[in-house]
C-alpha cells in the first residue's frame, strides 16, 4: 500500500460537543486523579477538565475518521494499518464544563519513516466565541505503508526543545496499572478500541492481551507533573508531547521518570519518559511547559 503526501492540507468536516461536567470529573476518575480543580464543584471558579481530556474530545473524530475524510481518493485502507505514534498538545485556556467545542482538522503531515508512513492530523477546539481552547497534532504510524515521494508538512509540526542532559532522573514515581484500568478508562473516557477491553481481538492482532491506552500512560504521566511540579494547577500546563514507544500490560507496574528540568523567566521545561515492566520505555521524548500565571 502507499499513501501520497499530497493529501498534506485535506480538510475534515467539522466536529461539535459540549463539555459536561461528568466527562471531565470522570477523565479524571479514569486515571484516579483526585485534584480538586477538577472535583470542587463548590469552588469559586468552579471545576475544569484535566488538560488530556482534550484527547477523549478528539476521538469521535479520529475514531471515525473514514466519516470526516472528504470523498477524494483518499487511500481508506491505509488507516487499517495504523498505530498511535506521536502526540503532541498546547493548551490554550482550560477545557471547562458546558464549554460549546468546535473541532476543525486537517492532515498536517505525511512522512517517510522506517516502519511505513508517520501521518499527523491536527486537531483545534474553539469554543462558542471563536477562541482556541487547544491544539492537538496526533501522530499515526501507518505501518508498511509507503509514502509516495519525500513527504510533506513535517518543517510545520511543532517541534519539543530536547533534554540537554542525560543523567539520572530528579525523581522517579512508581504506579501499579491495575487489571481493571483499560476498562475503566475506556468507559469513563469513552475512548474505544477493541485491543484494550479484548482478550480475543488483541491476540487476532498478535499481542499478548490487552493492553493499557496509550493516552491512559501519558495521562498518568502528566497528574504526576501536574501534581509535583506545576503546585497541583493544572491551569500551568501549557504544552504536553511524546512517543508511544512500548506496551503497558495491566497488573503491571510504570514509573513516571522526570529526566530534567530547565527554569527560565516565565516557567520551566520538563523532559520526562515513562518506563515498562519489560525494563523499556512506553513513553519516549515525553516533554512538558509549565508556565507561571497570575490570578
Known sequence: MEISPAFVGTRLKD??????????MNYAAAVNDINPWYFNDESPCGVIAPPMQAVAVT???????????PDDGFPMETLLTQ????EHLQFHRPIRPCDELTIKGRIAAIVPHRAGTHAVIRLDAFDSSGAPVFTEHNGGMLRGVKCGGTGRGEVD???????????????????????????????????????????????TVGLPGIILQGTATLAFAAREIINREAGADPRRLKTLSCRFSGMVL??????????????????????????????????KKGYARIEDIND
Not at 476521538?59 to 475524510?69: A, F, G, M, R
Not at 498505530?83 to 506521536?86: D, F, K, L, T
Open 157 to 203: 509540526l511543532p517541534v519539543a526543545p530536547l533534554p540537554l542532559s542525560a543523567g539520572d532522573e530528579i525523581w522517579k514515581a512508581g504506579i501499579h496499572i491495575d487489571h481493571l484500568a483499560p476498562f475503566l478508562y475506556d468507559g469513563c473516557t469513552g475512548i474505544f478500541f477493541p485491543i484494550h477491553t479484548s482478550v480475543k481481538f488483541a491476540h
Open 15 to 24: 466536529y461539535r460537543c459540549v463539555i459536561t461536567w461528568r466527562q471531565s
Open 59 to 69: 476521538w469521535p473524530v479520529l475514531e471515525h475518521i473514514k466519516d470526516y475524510l
Open 83 to 86: 498505530v498511535h505514534y506521536s
Open 250 to 283: 495491566p497488573g503491571e507496574d510504570i514509573s513516571v521518570n522526570l529526566l530534567e528540568r530547565r527554569l527560565d523567566s516565565g516557567g520551566m521545561d520538563l523532559f520526562f519518559d515513562v518506563g515498562n515492566a519489560s525494563g523499556g520505555k512506553a513513553i
